[in-house]
């Protein structure tokens, strides 16, 4: 029965994938992609696929604070969403991954997460007819390590949302599609909220590296950025998220620590409340914002706001 | 004067704009609207959000939007191929990434 279930459960991911790519020519390097990213053939045990953590019905994001790859293993990291990385600069949390065809790659070979050496992984592919026909199709090759990559990245660069409330307000300028909560909401994001210093762009990210004050050298002490770059100033930093399907992507920040929107409005309406002895964080934090109860409500329904229409219930 | 200076402020700038797609497939835009308010926008994504004026005479195009902690960039628009397309010139603005960005773009009119 477990297995029939988990069977089901592959395919409704891989139907629901599928449908998400605008091409369902095989020629198109995204429908490869679709299928590979589903598929645990890119696993150790072959219980992993990219789509086990990164779920389609959660905006590719999961609802774990970390994520289990093979044999149970627990990952460091929540899962970030695989949506709407198609303007983005760098990837992963400490933006080790400088391109999307690298980071595809990288989650294959972690042992914490599908722990295959990636020429494992290409002499599966190789020997599976399927696979070894795809690949021909597509790249006029067997599988390689860079096409295995561009294959994956084309996919996820066809998980763009541009369709939100808050989208059909501002782009299509229908002041109809959003509530006054909403409104008001997003001049508190421009405003007194600060968001914008962070959030700023199409996906709601500026795409830098911020210490919102979630290190203390203690219990919180995955340094982020650091661990990349070297320098001291980078300690405590990760890569700002995008604040798009943000209200179906919990939990939130780096180590899944806040469980609920309103607990991030929380956290950072008092940084300190929360972790009073961070170390090194930014200094748009350093004070209270003094939201009220009415604004934190505006600014959490803002947020909702940005849900594109494929995940209204 | 102040009138016909309105209806021109209006018919020159107000309305949709949009680049070609960028090598990556990116199109930028922007709704300049009859209120000078603009909402700026990559790939159908809204951006930015902001107000401007614009002066016919000298082109010159001044705005403030929700990013560069609401710094003023100043410049002037090079309208051409019968006011269809139009591309930027800075004079002012000291936000280095909008800078970057503005000073490549080239957007036609949405008719």
Redo the contacts between chains.
């Keep these: 029965m477990k297995q029939y279930i988990f069977i089901l459960a592959i395919m409704m991911t891989t139907l629901f994938i599928s449908a998400t790519v605008i091409n369902n020519d095989l020629k198109d390097k995204a429908v490869l992609g679709a299928l590979l990213f589903a598929d645990p053939i890119l696993s150790k045990d072959h219980t992993v696929s990219c789509a086990s953590c990164h779920k389609p019905q959660y905006a590719f994001a999961d609802t774990s604070a970390v994520s289990n790859g093979v044999a149970g293993k627990k990952g460091v990291r929540n899962t970030p969403t695989a949506m709407n990385l198609?303007?983005g600069r760098s990837f992963f949390w400490d933006g080790r991954a400088k391109t999307l065809e690298e980071q595809a790659l990288a989650p294959i070979e972690n042992p914490d997460e599908m722990n295959l050496p990636l020429e494992e992984a290409l002499q599966r592919l190789r020997k599976n007819k399927k696979y070894k026909d795809y690949f021909l199709t597509v790249f006029n090759s067997e599988p390689t390590k860079k096409n295995l990559g561009e294959a994956i990245a084309a996919f996820e660069r066809t998980l763009?949302t541009?369709e939100s409330p808050?989208?059909n307000w501002?782009?299509s300028?229908d002041s109809n599609a959003v509530s006054g909560a909403v409104k008001r909401g997003f001049v508190i994001f421009?405003e007194k909220g600060k968001c914008?210093?962070c959030h700023?762009?199409?996906?709601f990210t500026a795409n830098e590296f911020r210490n919102i004050g979630l290190f203390n050298g203690k219990n919180l002490n995955d340094s982020g950025r650091y661990v990349v770059t070297g320098w001291a100033e980078d300690i405590g930093r990760f890569k700002t998220a995008s604040l798009?399907n943000i209200a179906i992507t919990a939990p939130y920040m780096h180590n899944g620590i806040l469980k609920t929107l309103d607990e991030v409005i929380d956290f950072y309406n008092d940084t300190k409340k929360i972790v009073p002895n961070a170390v090194n964080k930014d200094t748009v934090l350093l004070h209270p914002l003094g939201l009220t109860k009415q604004e934190q409500k505006d600014l959490k329904a803002f947020l909702f706001s940005l849900t594109d229409k494929r995940f209204k219930k | 004067m102040a009138i016909l200076f309105s209806i021109t402020t209006k018919d020159t700038l107000t309305g949709r704009w949009e680049s070609k797609p960028s090598e990556q497939g990116n199109i930028i835009g922007v709704v300049f609207k009859a209120d000078n308010s603009f909402e700026g926008y990559v790939n159908k994504k809204p951006f930015a959000s902001g107000t401007y004026t614009f002066n016919p005479v000298d082109s010159i195009f001044s705005f403030v939007d929700n990013g560069c902690d609401g710094r003023r960039g100043i410049y002037k628009i090079m309208l051409y191929s019968n006011s269809d397309s139009l591309r930027f010139e800075p004079l002012s603005d000291s936000c280095e990434a909008r800078k970057s960005g503005m000073l490549r773009l080239v957007m036609g009119r949405v008719k």
């Design positions: 198609r303007l763009e541009s808050f989208d501002k782009f300028d421009n914008v210093k700023f762009g199409a996906d798009r």
